[in-house]
C-alpha cells in the first residue's frame, strides 16, 4: 500500500511563513504504488509552534507567536488497471478540514473550513524488479477554500499551484527506504493578506518552494514496521510583493526564503488488508518559518 502523492492542509499565519503542501505529509510507502483498486486515505494532523524564526532561525521575528493547527483529510486514490509508458496509471483527490487558532502580538484568530483541493489526474507508478519503485505526478492547488484576508488565521492560500512530483522507494527484505521529492511553482495571490510585511494587502507572489518528504525504516514483523520519517524544506526563489515600500522589507530580509528540516519516529501497523502509521515530527531548525512540532495518524483502507 502507498500514501503516494500530496496533502493540502493549512499554512500557518502569515502569507510568506507558509505553503500550500503540508510539509511530512508522507513517509512510510510514499514511493510505491498500491495494486490497482479505489482507497480511502485519511489523515489526522496536529501542528502546534511557539516561534517564528529570523532567517537565522532565531525566535522573535513575529512576537508572542503562537499557532495550533487540526486537520482531517480524506484523499481517494484511483488506481486504474491502465498502463502508460510500462507504467501503471492513477489519479486522487485530497479534500482537507481545518481549525486554526493563531496569536501574533496580541491579536489572536480562530477560524475552521473546508481548505484548498488538490487533485492529479495523471499520477504513473513503476515497479522494477530489483526493489526499486518510481512515482510521478503533478499536483494541482484548487483555490477553493474559505478566506478572509484580513484574519491571521487563514487556511486557505488563495492563490493556484502546480506541484511536480517524483518519488522513489527501495524495498529489500526488511529495509524500507522512501523519499518524495517536490517543487511548488505558486501563481500570485491579487487578493493578499493584509499583515506587517505587506499592510496594504498588494498582489504577493510566494516564491517557489523544493521540498522532500522522506523515510527510513524496518519491517520486524510483516505487521509491524518501525522508522524515522520527515521532510526537507528550501524555498528556492523570493516573495514578491506589488507595492514598493513593502519589497524593500522582503529584499532586506533576502526575499523571505524560508528553509526547514524536521523528522522523528513513526510506526506502520498492518491489520488484513488497512495499514495505519503514526509519526511524530519535530522541526530541529526553521528560518523564516514557524518551527514546532506535528502528530500525524493515518489511515490507509481499501475500497475496493
Known amino acids: 500500500m502507498a500514501a503516494a502523492l500530496a496533502v493540502a492542509t493549512p499554512a500557518m499565519a502569515s502569507e510568506a511563513g507558509g505553503g500550500v503542501y503540508p510539509n511530512g505529509a508522507e513517509g512510510m510507502l510514499a514511493g510505491a504504488l498500491p495494486p490497482k483498486g479505489l482507497y480511502y486515505l485519511g489523515y489526522l494532523q496536529y501542528y502546534e509552534a511557539g516561534r517564528f524564526n529570523d532567517g537565522d532561525g532565531n ?19 484511483w488506481v486504474t488497471d491502465k498502463k502508460f509508458l510500462g507504467a501503471d496509471y492513477a489519479m486522487h483527490v485530497v479534500v482537507p478540514v481545518v481549525n486554526v487558532d493563531a496569536r501574533i502580538a496580541g491579536m489572536s484568530g480562530n477560524r475552521s473550513g473546508v481548505s484548498d483541493v488538490t ?32 484574519s491571521i488565521a487563514n487556511f486557505s492560500r488563495h492563490y ?12 529489500k527484505k526488511n529495509l524500507r527506504l522512501d523519499v518524495k521529492m517536490m517543487y511548488d511553482i505558486n501563481f500570485k495571490n491579487t487578493d493578499a493578506q493584509i499583515n506587517g510585511f505587506n499592510p496594504t494587502g498588494a498582489g504577493y507572489r510566494s516564491g ?19 522508522g524515522f520519517s520527515g521532510y526537507y524544506y528550501k524555498q528556492t526563489t523570493g516573495d514578491h510583493v506589488d507595492n514598493a ?15 526547514a528540516f524536521a523528522g522523528g519516529p513513526s510506526v506502520r ?5 488497512v495499514h495505519l502509521l503514526t509519526t511524530w515530527q519535530h522541526e530541529f531548525f526553521a528560518n523564516y518559518r ?10 490507509i483502507i481499501p475500497i475496493k
Open 245 to 259: 515600500a513593502a519589497q524593500l522589507g522582503i529584499d532586506a530580509m533576502h526575499g523571505f526564503k524560508g528553509e
Open 119 to 150: 487533485i492529479d489526474p495523471i499520477i504513473l507508478g513503476w515497479h522494477f524488479r530489483n526493489g526499486w519503485h518510481v512515482i510521478t505526478g503533478l499536483d494541482i492547488n484548487l483555490p477553493v477554500g474559505s478566506y478572509d484576508r484580513a
Open 59 to 77: 525566535s522573535g521575528l513575529l512576537p508572542d507567536f503562537k499557532v495550533k493547527a487540526e486537520a482531517v483529510v480524506t484523499r481517494v486514490v
Open 269 to 273: 501497523l498492518g491489520l488484513g488488508k
Open 160 to 171: 493556484w499551484n502546480v506541484e511536480p512530483i517524483v518519488a522513489f522507494a527501495y524495498y
Open 290 to 299: 514557524p518551527q514546532g512540532d506535528k502528530f500525524w495518524i493515518k489511515a
Open 208 to 226: 517557489n518552494e523544493f521540498h522532500a518528504d522522506y523515510a527510513a525504516s524496518y519491517a520486524i514483523s510483516p505487521k509491524v514496521q518501525l
